[in-house]
């Protein structure tokens, strides 16, 4: 099935680190979200994304609806060593978001 | 707890056997998901209803899949005769269509599927 475009695919950093990710798309996309999923569980979702340009924060977390409608970022900064995890963006092509259409995850991990 | 919920959690079945898995949404949400995720990969949508009418089913629904939802709360997946293929992560997901509202879909904590 289609999936989006995220990187990087791992990413090992030192506990304090910001961390940017991001996820792209060959079609235009309406809504964009972003789940972290720890093993064995579900995503849970982080910050959801309805407007082009719109910037959302959600305390260490921030991001961004790309104004191409193309792609959207995920930051995080002064990580710690819960933001251990994969990150997964996922898009939809209504304004309802129906069909969600998964990211191949970024795997986040934090040394202290 | 009043988030989504799944049973069971994991499930082991030998090849050819038929296996039913069951969600519960978020109370009052009208709009109901189903993915499948194998390791290493982001989920993929299956299906989904909004109140008991199923509204798309995904090509990788194949006829051994059914979903049904019959009063428009709790939704069953059942797969027959299954494939050691389909093992993976069922997930479901629920969300709230309506004016005001963003139909943010929330997940369950999935169903582990092994067939051997």
């Known amino acids: 099935g289609q999936q989006l475009n995220q990187s990087p695919q791992s990413m090992f950093i030192q506990e304090g680190e910001d961390v940017s990710m991001n996820c792209t798309s060959s079609?235009?996309?309406?809504?964009w979200l972003w789940y972290k999923q720890d093993p064995g569980e579900g995503p849970v979702l982080l910050i959801a994304?309805?407007?082009?340009?719109e910037l959302t924060s959600n305390g260490r977390l921030t991001a961004q609806f790309g104004i191409t409608r193309k792609d959207s970022f995920l930051n995080i900064s002064a990580s710690i060593p819960s933001d251990v995890g994969i990150y997964f963006c996922?898009?939809?092509?209504?304004?309802?978001?129906?069909?969600?259409?998964f990211g191949t995850g970024t795997r986040l991990q934090v040394f202290p | 707890d009043t988030g989504v919920s799944q049973d069971p959690r994991h499930k082991i079945t030998k090849r050819g056997q038929n296996v039913t898995f069951r969600c519960d949404p978020i109370?009052?949400?009208?709009?109901l998901y189903w993915y499948r995720q194998t390791l290493g990969q982001g989920p993929e949508f299956l299906t989904y209803?909004?109140?008991?009418?199923?509204?798309?089913k995904s090509r990788l629904l194949s006829d051994r899949f059914s979903a049904e939802r019959p009063k428009g709360s709790f939704s069953t997946l059942e797969i027959q005769r299954t494939e050691q293929g389909d093992s993976a992560m069922y997930l479901c997901?629920?969300?709230?269509?309506?004016?005001?509202?963003?139909?943010?879909?929330?997940f369950g904590p999935g169903t582990r599927l092994t067939v051997l």
């Open positions: 079609s235009i996309f309406n809504t």
């Open positions: 209803f909004q109140n008991e009418a199923q509204l798309e």
């Open positions: 997901a629920s969300s709230l269509l309506g004016q005001g509202y963003t139909d943010t879909q929330y």
């Open positions: 994304l309805y407007k082009a340009g």
């Open positions: 996922a898009g939809s092509t209504s304004y309802n978001t129906d069909k969600l259409i």
């Open positions: 109370s009052e949400h009208n709009r």
